[in-house]
């Protein structure tokens, strides 16, 4: 059954729901809050779909279109590069939504061989991103996507540019962005990064971005796997 035909949820999926824990949830059940119900046949406590509306995370669930969304066929090839690409976990949905991987880069052995073993025909690359000109795909990518280690930056000023970053891997990304020049990028990272450093990462980040050109057309945002029909409780900015 998936959580759209649902309509009682256990405590502890809630709280992975609204990204609160338990004993959140009991806090709230003692204020009036959110009160759990006792389901109908097991007597277990639960919350009932109905309760869960009135939180925003529990509609984007909810009311996800994302069925419909599977749907849809793109109406030409789309080329893509991935960066920092692992064992290709990202790479391969790419695949599904109908891109084609022109370049993937990983440092690690292992998550290469994986990589090639899976995807004989893919274009991997092992070894330090330092290392590659993104120039040669100028014009000819559609997309570009990684997820960059989460580093700190130096404040020299109170805005950063491009350069500012030299030396994170995050510099690494934006220079292949800035080199290759794909239509739409996506950086994916972990949670923490929204207050990493208390927050100024994500603001150099953001800066750096604009620096080299690039307008975000969606603000950094949470991402919860369970949302997309994905089970397990991964969550990624």
Known sequence: MNTQEKEYYAIAEVADILSVSKETLRRWDEKGKLTPVRHPINNYRVYHRKQLFEFEEAQLMFKSLWDEELEIKPVRSY??????????????GLE?????????????????????????????????IKNIDFTFYKDKIDF??????????????????????????????ARAVKEAQPKVFLAENVRGLLNHDE???????????????????????VLKAMFYQVPQKRERL
């Open 79 to 92: 080329h893509s590069i991935e960066l920092f690409a692992g064992a290709g976990g990202l790479a391969l």
């Open 96 to 128: 599904k939504a109908g891109f084609e991987a022109l370049l993937l880069n990983e440092i690690d052995k292992n998550a290469c061989e994986t990589l090639k073993k899976n995807r004989p025909h893919w274009n991997v690359i092992q070894g330090d």
């Open 144 to 173: 570009l996507s990684g997820g960059f280690p989460c580093q700190s930056f130096s404040y020299a000023g109170h805005k950063l540019g491009f350069e500012d970053a030299r030396g994170t891997l995050f510099y690494e990304f």
């Open 199 to 221: 927050g100024r990462t994500l603001v150099a980040i953001k800066s750096i971005i604009s620096d080299i050109g690039y307008v975000l057309i969606a603000e950094p945002n």
